[in-house]
Nanobody, 116 residues
Framework: VQLQASGGGLVKLGGFRTLSCAAS????????MGWYRQAPGKERELVAI???????NYVEFAKGRFTISRDNAKNTVYLQMNSLKPEDTAVYYC???????????WGQGTQVTVSS
């Protein structure tokens, strides 16, 4: 299984950005896809996840500003980020977890930099 993330870049304070992550390979349909991020000097942290049946979970800082969605036919997960702040600057990693097997896969990360 490979995850290819894209969409990162430089964005101004208050701006928006949409990240995409396409999964390829063979994996069980009952899976969880989502996004983590890692800022310089900090640990990787959860942003949002979405199950294949549409259930979502957001961490507090993402609620109201970020929206996760997915296209199961394309095995792709998206993260729409609005009202971006400098503290959102981080490398964003997509991930896929298959609860049936316990396997977790990570994408390569995409840098988002918010300028003030």
């Amino acid at each position: 299984v490979q995850l290819q993330a894209s969409g990162g870049g430089l964005v101004k304070l208050g701006g928006f950005r949409t990240l995409s992550c396409a999964a390829s390979g063979s994996f069980f349909r009952g899976n969880v896809m989502g996004w983590y991020r890692q800022a310089p000097g900090k640990e990787r942290e959860l942003v949002a996840i979405m199950t294949s049946d549409g259930s979502t979970n957001y961490v507090e800082f993402a609620k109201g500003r970020f929206t996760i969605s997915r296209d199961n036919a394309k095995n792709t997960v998206y993260l729409q980020m609005n009202s971006l702040k400098p503290e959102d600057t981080a490398v964003y990693y997509c991930y896929l977890r298959v609860p049936a097997s316990g396997y977790v896969y990570w994408g390569q990360g995409t840098q988002v930099t918010v300028s003030s």
